[in-house]
């Protein structure tokens, strides 16, 4: 298994423009979210999923949004970039139907500077 | 969601027994608790579980007491490589559709 993949590992924008962050998970995990970091910072939930079809907001939804066609991906779409955006997002993924947490599998990260 | 409360850092010596005690006065009767662990540039990892008293594996001890208002994160015998963010988490079962809301952390730096 590839675990949680990332894509793209690196990316500089211009304010206004447009991008999308993919996440995808060979893993059959239910549960998918996005998080992220800022220097110094804790993580931060944007977007999280609990199924294909299902999304809800986090703490942090604003600028961004989400879909959830199949089980296996969970893009992050960056409508109009802004300065304020840089930061490094984590895609994470869990098997939700278990007692208890379950463990949550982060991917390696996308690091985006907005110009 | 239960609120979590953590030292913002802290410091040890390599061979030394570390314990990071998290906050949590709000803990609903169905939350458990889990500890990540983050090295810098990498995604959180997880670490342990439990629900009450005490958990252990191959990497730490987590201690719940029975009020569960709080737990604490032992790790024994620390090593340089054990610089990181360490988080508790608090909330009920996947199940549930809740939010997986992280903290601050604590940022424990090992040293020689």
């Known amino acids: 298994n590839a675990g949680v993949t990332q894509t793209p590992k690196f990316q500089v924008l211009k304010t206004g423009q447009s991008m999308t962050l993919q996440c995808a998970q060979d893993?059959?995990?239910?549960?998918m979210s996005w998080y992220r970091q800022d220097p110094g910072m804790g993580l931060r939930l944007i977007h999280y999923?609990?199924?294909?079809?299902?999304?809800d907001q986090g703490e942090v939804p604003n600028g961004y949004n989400v879909s959830r066609s199949t089980t296996e991906d969970f893009p992050l779409r960056l409508l109009s970039a802004a300065p304020s955006q840089t930061s490094v997002y984590f895609c994470?993924?869990?098997?939700?139907?278990?007692?208890?947490?379950?463990?949550?599998?982060f991917g390696p990260g996308t690091r985006l500077l907005v110009l | 969601l239960a609120k979590t409360t953590q030292p913002i850092s802290m410091d040890s010596y390599e061979g030394q027994e570390v314990n990071i005690t998290c906050s949590h006065n709000?803990?609903?009767?169905?939350?458990?608790i889990t500890w990540y662990q983050q090295f810098p540039s990498q995604g959180p990892r997880f670490i342990i579980q439990?629900?009450?008293t005490k958990v252990t594996n191959e990497v730490a001890s987590l201690f719940i007491p029975a009020d569960r208002k709080s737990s604490t994160l032992s790790l024994p015998r620390v090593s340089l490589s054990d610089t990181a963010v360490y988080y508790c988490?608090?909330?009920?079962?996947?199940?549930?559709?809740?939010?997986?809301?992280f903290g601050s952390g604590t940022r424990l730096s090992i040293r020689p």
């Open positions: 893993m059959n995990h239910e549960y």
């Open positions: 709000n803990i609903a009767t169905n939350d458990y």
């Open positions: 988490l608090v909330g009920p079962p996947y199940s549930s559709a809740s939010k997986i809301i």
């Open positions: 999923s609990v199924g294909a079809g299902i999304t």
């Open positions: 994470a993924s869990s098997y939700s139907r278990t007692v208890g947490q379950e463990t949550q599998y």
């Open positions: 439990g629900y009450k």
